[in-house]
């Protein structure tokens, strides 16, 4: 069959564009839906039906095949050999040759013409689910936010930015509104198709609505310190939300509720904008059935429980004063209870049990039961660390020092470390060697100075000095010092006291290094007297002037004079 190639491209292009699938996707099929539609009309489903689609050319052929046979056993799918031959000069066919019957669009009835249709729709549908599918994949069980298209009475259109999804109002929180353009944070559940296509399961209802904002804004469920075990909720209403922490030092109700009710609180304010906010109960989930059950009935004050695990059901005592927060408003609280503890549970009085005679496990007996279990966890994490730290010590303790000998090297060489002496412990040595020194530098110093420096400077004896006298010996005379220091006064009359005292320490030095004193019996005395030290400040005050003084500036005056003229 020819049809017309320009519109069918285009129509495959128009599906592309507005669907989102591929062209080889919509002609696989295309394909598809004609086999299953001819095989149909045909009255089998084990007919064997080829086609074949030119999308280019413009053409579709279609054929049932039949096998050759000699003997023909089936002849819905077999055709004998002489009437494949029939009507041919020369025998074409022979037993196990296939046999095409071409068939036409045309021929295909009306019925036949709808099955395809539906076939179609079928497949498209299952093709934008894959692709839907790949795109959300990994959001699925996550909360993404999306802007409001439409809002009508059954539901809301969310823009998702690659596609629309439609939260109807049986997902939304209680009685919560929006207006369009609002951003609004939807709960992905599934990717699933319908009658109009593939389409995003949307939820602000579900239960996974509210774990995802727990784990927003709790950062104790966040980091895994706390674990959220069970929750149970009807939204707009009540939730109720079982919490565990497998540190025993934590307290997992708490850690969730916060300082005075601040986490909780948070989480409240994303459960929806109507004026009724959704309550939340935050409990401690336990191993024990019994003491599950009665913190799943909070508020109610429950004064003790019968449970039978086998038929999953249980007997709920409660104060006479508690029966009705126990059942909750339209049997809210003991509904959810039920549903978060997977016990089908009965509310009775405690004035009743007792009348009765019920025998029940009391609050304070699952209580000591519980406690005494969380103190052996604790004891068991206690010994478990002291017994990983021990390791530790041990593996420390287990590093031995590579004494690998490297070659050459004798065995046992220990390679040389630096040493660190303590200076308090070591004075004595330090004194007796400053000591050894000294006494060095005092039989090394008159060699010295008997070695001839220069030829032509005669060199003086040096009187060894006498102990225990304190009579110090020079080379030099106080006449000779007294010439310099004169001489140096004329050249610098400017010289101050403190250069003068330099000098005096540096004659001094070389006074102390020509003359040898014994230092260990006699005392360190100047060489200058106290008379003669008075006169040298006398000669210093008297030379220390101001030179402006003596400055004629007439004469300056008269030499300028002169060169003016």
Not at 242 to 266: H, W
Request: charged letters at 35%.
């Amino acid at each position: 069959m020819t049809i017309d190639a320009t519109q069918f491209n285009a129509a495959l292009e128009e599906i592309e564009a507005s669907k989102g699938i591929t062209r080889d996707t919509v002609l696989a099929a295309l394909e598809e839906a004609l086999i299953k539609g001819y095989r149909k009309q045909l009255g089998g489903d084990d007919a064997d039906v080829r086609v074949n689609i030119d999308a280019d050319k413009g053409i579709i052929e279609m054929w049932q095949v039949k096998i050759v046979r000699d003997d023909v056993q089936d002849d819905f799918l077999e055709i004998a050999t002489e009437d494949a031959n029939e009507g041919k000069k020369k025998a074409e066919y022979k037993d196990g040759d296939e046999y095409f019957i071409e068939a036409s669009i045309d021929d295909l009835r009306k019925a036949t013409a709808m099955s395809i249709k539906s076939i179609m729709h079928q497949k498209f549908a299952e093709a934008e689910k894959g692709i839907l599918y790949d795109a959300f994949k990994d959001k699925i069980g996550t909360i993404i936010t999306g802007k409001v298209e439409k809002v009508d009475e059954k539901g809301v259109t969310v823009n998702l930015v690659r596609t629309s999804v439609y939260l109807p109002h049986s997902q939304l929180i209680g009685e919560e509104k929006f207006n369009v353009g609002d951003q609004i944070k939807v709960y992905i559940h599934d990717v699933a198709s319908g009658t109009k296509g593939a389409h995003i399961v949307v939820s602000r209802a579900n239960e996974g609505f509210l774990r995802c904002i727990l784990n927003e804004e709790v950062p104790d469920i966040y980091n895994g310190s706390v674990i959220v075990k069970g929750i149970a909720r009807e939204a707009g209403e009540r939730s109720k939300i079982a919490v565990y922490s497998p540190d025993p030092n934590i307290d997992p109700a708490g850690a969730c509720i916060g300082p005075n009710g601040t986490k909780i609180q948070k989480v409240v304010g994303h459960l929806g904008n109507g004026q009724a906010k959704e309550k939340i109960d935050v409990i401690a989930w336990s191993e024990n059935p019994g003491l599950f059950i009665i913190e799943a009935l909070k508020p109610a004050r429950v004064a003790g429980v019968i449970v039978d695990v086998e038929k999953k059901s249980a007997i709920a005592i409660v104060k006479d004063d508690s029966f009705s927060l126990a059942i909750g408003r339209k049997g809210a609280n003991v509904r959810l209870a039920v549903k978060l503890t997977g016990y089908h549970i009965d509310i009775k009085l405690e004035s009743e049990a007792i009348e009765n005679g019920l025998t029940y496990q009391t609050i304070e007996e699952l209580q000591a039961a519980e406690l005494e279990v969380k103190n052996k966890l604790v004891m068991e994490l206690a010994a478990q660390k002291a017994a990983e730290m021990a390791a530790a010590t041990a593996a420390r303790n287990d590093i031995k020092v590579n004494t690998t000998v490297l070659p050459g090297l004798p065995e046992g060489y220990v390679a040389p470390q630096d040493r660190v002496y303590d200076e308090v412990a070591n004075d004595d040595l330090n004194e007796a060697l400053e000591a050894e020194v000294e006494e060095t530098e005092e039989v090394v110093a008159p060699v010295e100075e008997e070695a001839p420096v220069a030829p032509k400077v005669e060199e003086k004896p040096v009187e060894a000095p006498v102990a225990p006298t304190t009579t110090v010996k020079t080379t030099t005379s106080l006449a000779d010092l007294e010439a310099s220091l004169e001489s140096e006064d004329n050249s610098k009359k400017t010289s101050s006291k403190k250069k003068f005292s330099k000098k005096k320490e540096e004659s001094e030095d070389k006074d102390d290094k020509k003359g040898v004193t014994d230092t260990s019996n006699a005392e360190r005395m100047s060489i200058y007297t106290e008379e003669e030290l008075a006169e040298l400040d006398a000669e210093e005050s008297e030379d220390n002037y101001d030179d402006e003084d003596d400055v004629d500036y007439d004469e300056y005056d008269d030499y300028y004079d002169e060169d003016n003229r």
